[in-house]
C-alpha cells in the first residue's frame, strides 16, 4: 500500500506511485522528434531537419530509476520533454499507464499533467523569482484542485516543504533568499505536490555542490521509496547516474548505443561509446587510475541535420568498418536484458 500525504484525495486519480495492476508506468516506442529547417524569404520551404531524437525506445517499470546518459547534443533533454509532451513527437509512441500519449490533445492532457512532472536542471532559472516558495510550491495544488481552502493548502504546502528537508518557517521567503540546493528542493517539492507517478529529472545535481549533490539524490531516493515514484533521470556525469539508477541507457546523436542494469553496464561495459565515456569516469585508487586504458575518441559530435550514414557513431569509433556505414545497427538484447546497438561487439 502507497504511503500518502496528509490531505490528498485521489480515490479517482491513482495519487503517487503506478497503478500495481501494470508492468510498467511508462512506454517509449521508436519515438522521434524532428524539427524542421525552412529557407526562403516568401515562400518558406522546408530544406532539412534537425534530428534530435531518432528512434529511441525503452519502458520504465513502477518505483523504477532509468538513467538516461550521453554528451550534450544526444537528445536526452529533447527525449524527456518529448515524453511529457512539453515538445510534441515527431512520431513513434508514448504511453503513460496504458494510455497513448501522443494522440491526446493539449485539453486532454491536463490530466496527466499533475501525475507526470518534472525537475528542472537549473535550481536559479526554474523558480519564478516574483513568486514566494509557499506560491511556488502551493500552485500546483490550485492548478488541480488538490487542496481545500486557503488555510488547507497552507498547510499542505508546509508540510511538503518539510517532506524534502526545508523549515516550514521558510514559506514567504523568495527564491533570490535560497542557495541553490534550497533551491532545488523546492523545485522537487513543486513536482511532488502533483501527485505524481513519474518525474523527469532533468540533470537536477549539476547546477549544485558535490556535497548538495549527494543530498538531493538521498532525498530523491528516500521519496521514491515512500511513493513508489518512477523516475527518468537524465545526466552526464555517469558516476551520479551509477548511484542513483536501476538501469541505465546511453545515448548518442538521437539514438540509443546501449541499455542494461546499472551493475551490468558498469562491470562490463559493451559499445565503443559506452566504453569510452567510461574510461573518462575518475577512479579514486590512484595505482588503478595510472594502469587503466583510456579511450579519447576523436571529432566532434556530428550535426543531426546531418548524421552519418549507417551507425551514427561511426566517424568516432574506433573499431569502425565500410560496414558500419551501410548497417544501421538494432538495439539487440545480448543476454541478461543488456541491449547493445552495434554489429562489431
Do not use: W
Not at 236 to 262: N, P, T
Request: aromatic letters at 4%; a neutral charge; charged letters at 20%.
Amino acid at each position: 500500500m502507497t504511503t500518502r500525504l496528509v490531505g490528498q484525495d485521489s480515490s479517482d486519480r491513482g495519487g503517487i506511485g503506478a497503478d500495481s495492476e501494470t508492468n510498467t508506468t511508462l512506454s517509449v516506442n521508436d519515438l522521434k522528434v524532428h524539427f524542421p529547417i525552412s529557407s526562403g524569404f516568401l515562400i518558406r520551404r522546408q530544406t532539412g531537419a534537425v534530428k534530435a531524437v531518432d528512434g529511441v525506445s525503452f519502458d520504465v517499470a513502477p518505483g523504477e530509476t532509468l538513467g538516461l546518459v550521453g554528451e550534450s547534443g544526444s537528445g536526452k533533454t529533447t527525449t524527456g520533454r518529448a515524453i511529457l509532451q512539453l515538445q510534441r513527437p515527431t512520431s513513434g509512441s508514448v504511453q503513460f499507464r496504458g494510455v497513448e500519449l501522443t494522440a491526446v490533445s493539449a485539453k486532454q492532457m491536463r490530466p496527466f499533467r499533475s501525475e507526470m512532472q518534472i525537475i528542472f536542471q537549473d535550481p536559479y532559472g526554474s523558480l519564478n523569482p516574483r513568486m514566494s516558495a509557499g506560491q511556488i510550491v502551493g500552485e500546483p495544488l490550485t492548478v488541480h484542485g488538490l487542496a481545500g481552502d486557503k488555510n488547507q493548502r497552507r498547510d499542505r504546502v508546509a508540510e511538503l516543504l518539510e517532506r524534502v528537508g526545508m523549515n516550514p518557517a521558510m514559506i514567504g521567503r523568495y527564491p533570490h533568499e535560497f542557495s541553490g540546493g534550497q533551491r532545488q528542493r523546492i523545485g522537487i517539492a513543486r513536482a511532488l505536490a502533483g501527485e505524481p507517478s513519474f518525474i523527469v529529472c532533468d540533470e537536477p545535481v549539476s547546477a549544485l555542490d558535490v556535497s548538495i549533490q549527494a543530498q538531493i539524490l538521498n532525498l530523491l531516493t528516500d521519496l521514491q521509496a515512500e511513493f513508489n515514484i518512477s523516475y527518468l533521470f537524465i545526466a552526464h556525469d555517469l558516476s551520479v547516474v551509477r548511484h542513483i539508477s536501476d538501469r541505465v541507457a546511453v545515448m548518442y546523436l538521437g539514438k540509443i548505443m546501449e541499455l542494461a542494469s546499472s551493475e551490468d553496464l558498469y562491470e562490463n561495459p559493451t559499445h565503443p561509446y559506452t566504453r569510452a565515456l567510461m574510461s573518462a569516469v575518475p577512479i579514486p585508487d590512484p595505482i588503478l587510475e595510472r594502469r587503466r586504458e583510456r579511450i579519447v575518441l576523436a571529432g566532434d559530435i556530428p550535426s543531426p541535420i546531418n548524421p552519418p550514414s549507417g551507425c551514427v557513431f561511426r566517424t568516432r569509433c574506433p573499431i569502425a568498418t565500410e560496414e558500419c556505414a551501410e548497417v544501421v545497427p538494432e538495439l539487440i538484447d545480448r543476454g541478461n536484458r543488456h541491449q547493445v546497438a552495434c554489429i562489431k561487439v
